[in-house]
């Protein structure tokens, strides 16, 4: 997007712009073959629904990729907030501030109202321009999601100003008291910090003992032996659909060999008409017993609440047990 706006007289061509993502696509970030092509090919129809729905020479760009801090202040400590703003236009009645998001989901218009994010980009733009201080509304806040093509956007009154900068002055206590867990994500592959992350140090550790030998031997045993049992998954995967496809064609669910019995095993699993089955637990007051939390229907509606809403929820999360396990990826 900032290689589409960015010019003078002459902005590129949806071919120029299709030519430069070609050019400049990474596939090494990819676990695999299928998500980069469905990523390249997700890529090239955003670019293409893009120059559909705007032209480049219609849009008075006031900066690009622009760079900001700001200090607020709070109970006698400054704090300082700094980033890059996408895109900054200016309008008929305006400025409008456009961040572009690549969210698979389209979130409801309260999560624009409501948007930390945005709220920062404002206050540092009324800091570039102290004059809108009085009317901040005259500044539209968007997000444009570029897999949906389309753009939410919001705006806030001197007064919604203040009241909500107090959501970043919460925040700022909830920081300073909150200890935050190292947590690993594509984003590492790009970090400058990672000699000095728990989650990377063992990688940089640079005096290496007789001790430390025996570890790495074995980590590489435990490694191979995973490996191993990768292979020989796959092939028992293989295997087993070929000993089902004997008792279906001989019409048998038990097998004979090597004074072993293979049986053939089905396991089922059953929904509920929800609304039905309530009704019928109620009437012997058996629901309650019944009704558990499922983790994934949860997360589906915590993504429908406010930003305050989801931390009350956070609030009154309880860990019930902890269980540690190994997971293994390639060190790029």
């Known amino acids: 997007m900032q290689f589409v706006h960015d010019g003078n007289f002459t902005l590129p061509s949806q071919k120029d712009a299709l030519n430069h993502f070609s050019k400049n696509w990474n596939p090494e970030v990819f676990e695999n073959e299928f998500q980069e092509r469905s990523a390249f090919a997700q890529g090239i129809k955003i670019?293409?629904?893009?120059?559909?729905?705007?032209?480049?020479?219609?849009?008075?760009?006031?900066?690009?990729?622009?760079?900001?801090?700001?200090?607020?202040?709070?109970?006698?400590?400054?704090?300082?907030?700094?980033?890059?703003?996408?895109?900054?236009?200016?309008?008929?009645?305006?400025?409008?501030?456009?961040?572009?998001?690549?969210?698979?989901?389209?979130?409801?218009?309260?999560?624009i109202e409501e948007n930390l994010q945005l709220l920062i980009y404002l206050l540092a733009f009324i800091k570039r321009y102290p004059d809108l201080a009085k009317n901040p509304e005259k500044v539209k806040l968007s997000l444009y999601y570029l897999k949906h093509g389309t753009k939410l956007s919001a705006t806030k009154t001197a007064q919604q100003l203040e009241q909500e900068k107090e959501k970043i002055f919460d925040l700022f206590e909830e920081i300073k008291k909150s200890d935050f867990k190292p947590q690993t994500s594509p984003l590492c592959d790009w970090c400058d910090f990672q000699e000095i992350c728990p989650m990377w140090k063992h990688k940089f550790k640079k005096e290496i003992n007789a001790t430390d030998q025996e570890k790495q031997a074995l980590i590489k045993?435990?490694?191979?032996?995973?490996?191993?049992?990768?292979?020989?998954?796959?092939?028992?995967?293989?295997?087993?659909?070929?000993?089902?496809?004997?008792?279906?064609?001989?019409?048998?669910?038990?097998?004979?060999?090597?004074?072993?019995?293979?049986?053939?095993?089905?396991?089922?699993?059953?929904?509920?008409?929800?609304?039905?089955?309530?009704?019928?637990?109620?009437?012997?007051?058996?629901?309650?017993?019944?009704?558990?939390?499922?983790?994934?229907?949860?997360n589906k509606a915590l993504r429908t609440l406010s930003s305050s809403e989801k931390q009350q929820v956070e609030k009154i999360k309880e860990l019930k047990s902890e269980s540690y396990g190994l997971s293994i990826k390639k060190d790029k």
Request: net charge neutral.
């Open 221 to 298: 045993k435990y490694l191979d032996l995973q490996e191993k049992a990768k292979e020989n998954r796959q092939e028992i995967t293989s295997l087993q659909k070929e000993i089902l496809d004997i008792m279906e064609s001989e019409q048998v669910d038990r097998l004979f060999a090597n004074k072993k019995i293979v049986t053939r095993t089905c396991r089922q699993t059953f929904g509920y008409d929800e609304e039905k089955l309530k009704e019928i637990l109620k009437k012997k007051q058996l629901w309650d017993k019944v009704v558990k939390v499922n983790q994934t229907q949860l």
């Open 47 to 111: 670019i293409q629904n893009y120059y559909k729905d705007n032209n480049p020479y219609d849009i008075k760009i006031v900066d690009l990729e622009s760079r900001f801090s700001v200090d607020l202040k709070h109970n006698g400590e400054v704090h300082l907030i700094s980033g890059i703003i996408d895109r900054i236009d200016k309008t008929e009645d305006g400025y409008e501030i456009i961040d572009y998001k690549t969210a698979n989901k389209l979130p409801a218009q309260s999560h």
